[in-house]
Structure formats: C-alpha cells, structure tokens
C-alpha cells in the first residue's frame, strides 16, 4: 500500500510540474482592470505607429492568430491584408521610416485618437471609446487624426483624418487584435480609391509629400 502511494504522490507531481509548463489556471477578471489593459494595448499600438516600431505596430505581442486589417477610403469597399501582408510591407519600409527620422530631417509623426463622440482636435491624448467589453473579447472605436510636421515644414500638418474599429481577444498575457478595420476621410492625402493594394502598411503619413521625395 505504501508503495502504491508512493507512486501516486510521484504521478501527481509530474502532473503538476506538466501543468505549470503548459496550461495556465483560470484568468481572473475584474472588468476596471481590463479595460486598463485594453487602452494600454491600444495606446501602445499607437506609440508603435508614431515611432514606426514594426513589433510595437505589428509584432505578436499586438497581433493575434488569424489577424486582418481592411483599410478604406470614404464609401470605398477597400481591401483587406492578414498579418504576414502587413508584416512584410512594414519591415520593407522601414528604412526609409529611418532615414525621415534622422534628428537632421526632424521628422514626426502623430496619430492622435479621440473618442467617438467627442471633440476631434490635436491634444495628443488618445481617448478611445470601448464599445463593448467581456471575459473573451473587447470592441474599440475611436476617431483619429494624422499630424506630420519635418524640418523643412516645422508647423504641424494634418494629413488625415477617419475612423479606427479594432476587435481584441483576451490572452493569458495580454489583449490582442484580431480585427482592424481603418476608414480614411476622402479629403486626406491618402486617396486610397477601390481595392487599390499598393498602399503599404496602416497607410498613415505621408513625408514624401513634406521632403518631396
């Protein structure tokens, strides 16, 4: 019999140390705490945009599996990429997101977020509305505004304007987008048209238009 329990015991503690390798107890949920995490989710993406930080932007820390950005333009149908389209166009461009940035060019980019409701207007304070929230999934809209300004052009220039509705999943770790869908106002410098797919990555800035390059 005392063997037998020896063997139990050993049995239960591998178990134990399998579980503690792979499968994660329960998440608790406190709904303040999640909705912190929500906007912190977001409001990181955000500073990955403005700094053109590829894993801040599009990295697996922000990007759950499966995940699909549809960009459009006024009543325009648009187009959709998946996280590997969206990746790679990012990484392509990176240098010359390096190069505009260069303390000598004085590049900067804002992408200020204000609630669906409220007042749109330059404050850089991101003020995302969450439409919905629960154990599994969280919706978040917000209006958003693209501000660029360079060395040669040293005031701020608005080149974009539109909506933003992002669906997230929660993980063990962390809140991740599954869905994004951005809608660009017709005026802006975008001019996206219909299923035009050679606009790269989210779309936002525009410095050739300021360097002229």
Same mark, same amino acid.
Do not use: H
């Given at each position: @019999?005392?063997?037998?329990?020896?063997?139990?015991?050993?049995?239960?503690?591998?178990? $134990?140390?399998?579980?503690?390798?792979?499968?994660?107890?329960? /998440?608790? +949920?406190? *709904?303040? !705490? *999640?909705?912190?995490?929500?906007?912190?989710? &977001?409001?990181? +993406?955000?500073?990955?945009?403005?700094?053109?930080?590829?894993?801040? @932007?599009?990295?697996?820390?922000?990007?759950?599996?499966? %995940? *699909?950005?549809?960009? =459009?333009?006024?009543?325009?149908?648009?187009?959709?990429?998946?996280?590997?389209?969206? =990746?790679? !166009?990012?990484?392509?461009?990176?240098?010359?997101?390096?190069?505009?940035?260069?303390?000598?060019?004085?590049?900067?980019?804002?992408?200020?977020?204000?609630?669906?409701?409220? $007042?749109?207007?330059?404050?850089?304070?991101?003020?995302?509305? /969450?439409?919905? /929230?629960? =154990?599994?999934?969280? !919706? $978040?809209?917000?209006? %958003?505004?693209?501000? *660029?300004?360079?060395?040669?052009?040293?005031? +701020? +220039?608005?080149?974009?304007?539109?909506? /933003?509705?992002?669906?997230?999943?929660?993980?063990?770790?962390?809140?991740? &987008?599954?869905? @994004?869908?951005? =809608? #660009?106002?017709? #005026?802006?410098?975008?001019?996206?048209?219909?299923?035009?797919?050679?606009?790269?990555?989210?779309?936002?800035?525009?410095?050739?238009?300021? %360097?002229?390059?």
């Amino acid at each position: @019999m005392t063997k037998r329990i020896a063997i139990l015991a050993v049995l239960v503690a591998l178990a $134990v140390a399998l579980a503690g390798c792979g499968i994660k107890p329960p /998440i608790q +949920w406190d *709904e303040t !705490e *999640e909705r912190a995490r929500v906007l912190e989710a &977001m409001n990181g +993406w955000v500073d990955g945009v403005e700094a053109y930080n590829v894993d801040a @932007m599009a990295g697996n820390g922000i990007l759950a599996a499966g %995940f *699909e950005l549809t960009i =459009k333009e006024g009543s325009s149908s648009g187009y959709t990429k998946d996280a590997a389209v969206l =990746k790679s !166009e990012l990484n392509a461009d990176a240098g010359n997101q390096a190069d505009y940035r260069k303390p000598a060019n004085g590049y900067v980019l804002r992408l200020d977020i204000d609630n669906a409701a409220g $007042v749109v207007g330059y404050d850089d304070v991101n003020a995302w509305t /969450i439409v919905s /929230i629960n =154990k599994t999934n969280a !919706e $978040v809209v917000g209006k %958003f505004e693209v501000y *660029e300004k360079a060395a040669v052009r040293p005031t +701020w +220039w608005q080149s974009d304007t539109g909506n /933003i509705e992002v669906t997230l999943v929660r993980t063990p770790n962390a809140w991740k &987008m599954t869905n @994004m869908t951005i =809608k #660009f106002d017709v #005026f802006g410098t975008l001019a996206l048209g219909t299923g035009v797919p050679e606009i790269e990555g989210f779309a936002f800035g525009n410095p050739r238009a300021i %360097f002229g390059w």
